[in-house]
């Protein structure tokens, strides 16, 4: 583990939309997952650039943060409760696999070559400033 990325995205994380199909019978993909990507590749170029590297080509492990806004309808202790850690309060969706996908679809062909390099991903989802950190460590 002697090398490692981190991308870092502000906002609040998006999990992978699932295809969508015209009457006609093409599929596309949702705007709002088209739009998350791209912002997050953006982050992901820019973050490389920053350590003046290229897409691995050597197996890598990710571990992704995504944490969620508290919702406004809550009450102060609820939300206190939730940014300590105390009691039971985990964001529900986005499913934590969509999450995982819309990550390593984005950096894909710009953090590694090809996302079948990953071969162990863990994934938190909490309350707290609504970001995404992805970082990857190479085994060099």
Not at 15 to 29: H, Q, S, V
Not at 50 to 77: G, H
């Amino acid at each position: 583990m002697k090398d490692a990325v981190h991308v870092i995205m502000a906002g609040q994380p998006v999990g992978k939309g699932r295809p969508r199909f015209t009457r006609a019978g093409r599929i596309y993909t949702p705007a709002k997952t088209k739009e998350y990507e791209e912002k997050l590749r953006s982050a992901a170029r820019l973050a490389m650039k920053d350590l003046d590297r290229d897409p691995t080509e050597m197996p890598c492990r990710v571990v992704i943060l995504a944490q969620f806004e508290i919702p406004k309808s809550w009450p102060k202790y609820k939300k206190q409760a939730a940014l300590t850690g105390e009691g039971n309060y985990r964001p529900g969706k986005p499913d934590i696999d969509n999450i995982v996908k819309a990550a390593l679809d984005a950096m894909n062909g710009i953090v590694f070559k090809d996302d079948a390099l990953v071969y162990k991903i863990e994934v938190e989802k909490r309350y707290g400033q609504p970001l995404l950190i992805a970082s990857v460590f190479y085994d060099e």
